[in-house]
Structure formats: C-alpha cells, structure tokens
C-alpha cells in the first residue's frame, strides 16, 4: 500500500485498526504472564546504562579486533575477486567501508526499532487479550529506550552520517501498519523484523568499531528474545484456527516480507554513499560469500519460528530454500529457547533458597 505521505523528515501512513478493550483481566496464558514478569525487571536506561564518555574515531581502525574478526571483514571486502567494489582502495579506505556498513547497519536499527515502537503501541489497542496488552505495553517502552540509544548514538558519535531508512524496510512498514488484522502485524513486526534484528545485533558487533555501539547493542539484545518470543507464543494460538482462505493470505505477506527483508541486506545506499555503480554493488552482495552467509545467519531467528507457528507451507518452504535457510526450520524456537532460559533462572533460584 502506498503511504499518505513521506519525505525526508517523516512517513505519514493512513491506516485503520479496530480497537478492543476486554473486561476479562484474568490473564489465560501463563508463558505471557511469564515473559511480561521478566519484561519488568529487565529494564535499563540508555542515559545512565551506557559510557557514553567514550570516544568514538570515525574512519580509525578498530584495535580490539582479533585476527579472525579482520579476516571476516576481508572476506566481505573480497579483494582477489575480480568483480569486488573495494578492488583499488588503500588500507584507509577499506578501513571507512567498514565504518559506513556500520553507519548504515545503526541507522536502519534505529529505524527499525521506532517500526517496532508504533507497531507494538498498535497491538496494545488491537490484540484481544489482557496478558497480550500488558507485554505490548512493555515493549513500548522498550522500544522507545532503543530508538533514543540508537539516535543518541548517530547524533553525538557519528555525527553527519546517519543513513535514511531503506526502501524495503520501509515498505515492510508501512505494509504492517496498513494492515488492520492484528495477528498480521504481529507476524510482521515480532516476526520478521524483530526476528531478523535479533540476528543483525549479534552479527553486527561482530563487525562493528567501537565500544560504545558494541554496549548498546549488547542491551538491546537482551530484550529482542523476549519480543520474538512474545509474537512466537502469541500467534500459536492463532494460526490452528486460520481458514485456507486467511492462511493464504498469511502465506503471501510472508513471502512478500521475506523478499523485501533479502533487498535491504544487498545494500543499495552503501553503494550510493561509496561512489560504487549500485546495481554492480548490489550483485557483489548477491554473490559475496560473506553477505551470502549473513543472510542465512538473520534468516536462522525466523524460519524455525515460522516453522512452529505452522507457516510453513509449501511456497514458504521453497522460498526459503531458493535463499538457502531452510535447513533451520527444525532448530528451536526463540520461545522454547526463551522459555527454557526462564526455568534454569527459576531452578538456580529454588537451589538458592534450598541452600539458604
């Protein structure tokens, strides 16, 4: 769907959704109320919470990279293939790719979270149930302490370098918030985009510069499983209940948020800021066999949970296979593994007070 309006500053999306209120507040299901407990103690402040004291040298190299980590970044940069981008370039400047990815990677974080902000501040008005309303509302406030990290972050250490939201990521966007049915937005936001991110993070300090980033993307990561897991145990419920006709529906935007979430990661705006012919760097990212292996690492959060909810029907399966992710349908789900991490928490604490 088109948006009513954007430009540089802003995206205006009409959009309608129904509104429901419930005057049953006996929560039904007990894994939410367990995700919702730990929600609440699990806050942190990106003021407080973050060094925010240190410096960050845009255009140095990193010294706290180890061999291997510098040898990964060789292999994306891919400087004995004929076709690679980065062919010619000195060492200084091989050294500002990688903190232009890093740009771009933060910027597109930052975006995406204030997609999961209003997202899941949607849910609270839509989803029908109270234990789903009271971890939506968790999870904006969430949301809102990673956005501001995020654009605290670009603003006072990478001043001058933030990257406009991508097009496919805004085009998931506005689908999702176009979309009136609420378990849809569910599987675009909890599903797609969060599950993707949950991956992105631990990638991304892989290859990122400096310490700053690293921290707040290491106090991201510890909500990202819960949100993931909140749209997992959420949906489950949901999909059993799907005539042919809304599965089929389910199955086309999967699909459709799976291709546009393939078209942000060839990396069109990077090549535009590098001076890179785009559709020439959009086929070394196609091909790179670094890039190649990151997607598959972000798609790994999202097929095992598409897999679990039921999802996975035959055209879904395929296109997974086409970008060679398949093979993690059967690994397990962010919410058993979330779940699981509840229990050994809950057992070392009964071990604790037995000792005690």
């Known amino acids: 769907m088109t948006p009513l309006a954007a430009d540089a500053d802003r995206l205006l999306v009409e959009a309608e959704s129904t509104t ?32 925010w004291s240190q410096d960050v040298c845009w255009g140095e190299p990193d010294p706290s990279l180890s061999e291997d980590e510098r040898a990964m970044i060789g292999s994306f940069l891919n400087l004995d293939a004929p076709d690679s981008p980065f062919q010619g370039m000195t060492e ?31 849910l609270v008005e839509t989803v029908p149930d109270i234990e789903s309303k009271y971890y939506a509302a968790n999870q904006v406030n969430d949301e809102a302490r990673h956005v501001e990290a995020y654009a605290t972050y670009l603003g006072t250490k990478l001043p001058g370098h933030t990257y406009e939201i991508s097009g496919p990521l805004e085009a998931l966007l506005v689908d999702i918030m ?32 400096d310490p700053v980033i690293k921290q707040i993307t290491d106090l991201v990561m510890r909500d990202e499983a819960r949100h993931v897991a909140f749209g997992v145990l959420a949906l489950k419920e949901v999909v ?21 979430m393939y078209r942000r990661f060839l990396l069109e705006q990077l090549w535009e800021r590098l001076g890179v012919d785009v559709e020439e760097g959009k086929a070394f990212a196609a091909t790179n066999p ?13 097929v095992p949970n598409v897999n679990k909810l039921g999802l996975m029907t035959p055209r ?41």
């Open 316 to 356: 879904v399966r395929q296109c997974f296979e086409d970008l060679q992710v398949a093979q993690f349908a059967d690994q397990l789900d962010t919410a058993s593994e979330e779940l699981s991490s509840l229990d050994a928490v809950d057992n070392l604490a009964d071990v604790a007070r037995a000792a005690g």
């Open 20 to 51: 429901q209120f419930t005057w049953d507040y006996e929560p039904g299901n007990a894994q939410l109320t367990r995700l919702y407990e730990k929600g609440k103690v699990s806050q942190w402040n990106a003021t407080t919470d973050v060094d």
């Open 290 to 302: 670094l890039m190649i292996m990151f997607r598959q690492v972000l798609f790994s959060k999202i």
């Open 178 to 209: 176009t979309e009136r049915r609420w378990d849809i937005t569910y599987l675009g936001m909890q599903i797609m985009v969060e599950g993707l991110a949950l991956a992105a993070f631990g990638m991304g300090n892989v290859m990122f510069n």
């Open 92 to 122: 200084a400047q091989r050294t500002l790719v990688g903190w232009e990815l890093q740009a771009w990677m933060v910027s597109q974080f930052m975006h995406g979270e204030q997609g999961a902000l209003v997202a899941t501040a949607r």
């Open 240 to 260: 059993p209940e799907l005539s042919a006709a809304e599965l089929a529906d389910r199955e086309e935007f999967l699909l459709e948020a799976t291709d546009l």
